[in-house]
């Protein structure tokens, strides 16, 4: 009878959390929906109807704690779920000089974000932010770093800000990166190489890739992949780092953990999917439960923002998060022609 009064309380902790989940869900369907039929981005879609309803995740409303709550653990359990698309088997796929230059874009386009910030006014968790987003995979890799760095009265701000440029800009990506990629002479395989190096959401990774032609949609496919099991090992190195400078956010009266219930999730599926444990049909359902459950996240995190507080950004934000595009492609770029 304990054990059934114990599980039947905990049921009754999570029920206020319902009202603010459903309208999360409802907002992310809406924008797969929206998406699926008129083509544009459903995280993007997804943040922006998440901004028009803020008034629901004001203090005393039913819904906020389930929006805060979204925002949150839902949010972990989809970046933990990535790792079921990742195995050492890409590695070999696509060789050790392509990986190494993938690798180093992304170290040092957060280098470049760290150094750049400096010049529009940023501080250090914007820099991280931002160039992480970047260099890994967008809005996934925003949330996921956004929950290790310590927070501060703009948290939600600059993340909402983050997600909402760099899925305009890998939108503009996708557009123009195929071109570009004929302009440059790149053969089926480094124009893979290009695309996925650079596009920062894998949605538009594959659509700019299989434009061009199978071949080049597979390359960069398993390219993306690659940027986005980068984020398990950046994620670590956030958290040593502030940990070690003593900026560990105490507000809950105890240091975090040195690595995030998250990052470990992903990590355990990584290896297992390495192994050959999970089949590819379940690895297929874990990807689509994954982008579910970041889409549901950032509606909550929409809805968590004020539209007006966006403002105060700045345009110096801007040009960074486009210098940081910028530079990233012109490493992938240079880095091709180098290898030859």
């Avoid at 409802?26 to 028009?52: D, I, K």
Wanted: hydrophobic letters at 55%; one cysteine or more; charged letters at 10%.
């Amino acid at each position: 009878m304990t054990s059934l009064a114990m599980r039947l309380s905990g049921f009754d902790g999570l029920r206020p959390m319902f009202p603010g989940f459903v309208v999360s869900v409802l907002v992310a369907a809406t924008a797969q929906f929206l998406s699926e039929h008129y083509g544009a981005p459903a995280m993007l879609l997804a943040l922006l109807l998440g901004l028009s309803l803020n008034f629901l995740a004001e203090a005393g409303s039913r819904t906020a704690p389930g929006i805060e709550f979204t925002a949150r653990t839902v949010l972990r359990l989809g970046v933990a779920l990535l790792g079921a698309r990742i195995s050492v088997d890409m590695l070999a796929e696509l060789g050790a000089p392509s990986i190494a230059l993938v690798i180093a874009g992304v170290i040092t386009t957060i280098l470049f974000a760290l150094g750049a910030s400096r010049f529009v006014g940023r501080g250090w968790r914007f820099a991280l932010l931002t160039g992480g987003s970047v260099a890994i995979c967008g809005a996934s890799a925003a949330m996921a770093i956004a929950a290790v760095l310590p927070r501060h009265e703009k948290s939600e701000r600059d993340l909402v800000f983050t997600v909402l440029s760099v899925t305009v800009l890998s939108t503009v990506a996708m557009v123009i990166y195929p071109m570009l990629a004929q302009v440059f002479h790149f053969d089926a395989r480094d124009s893979g190489v290009f695309l996925g190096g650079t596009i920062h959401d894998v949605a538009q990774v594959v659509g700019a890739g299989f434009s061009i032609g199978r071949e080049t949609g597979e390359t960069a496919t398993l390219v993306k992949l690659i940027r986005v099991s980068m984020l398990a090992p950046v994620v670590l190195t956030f958290s040593l780092v502030i940990r070690q400078k003593g900026l560990a956010d105490l507000s809950e009266g105890k240091k975090p953990p040195l690595l995030p219930g998250f990052v470990i999730g992903f990590l355990v599926l990584a290896a297992l999917n390495s192994v050959g444990v999970i089949p590819a049909v379940v690895a297929e359902w874990a990807g689509t439960l994954s982008r579910w459950a970041l889409l549901i996240a950032i509606a909550a995190v929409g809805i968590k923002t004020s539209l007006g507080r966006m403002v105060e950004v700045g345009a110096g934000a801007i040009g960074l998060m486009v210098a940081e595009t910028i530079f990233l492609g012109v490493f992938i770029v240079g880095g091709l022609h180098l290898l030859g």
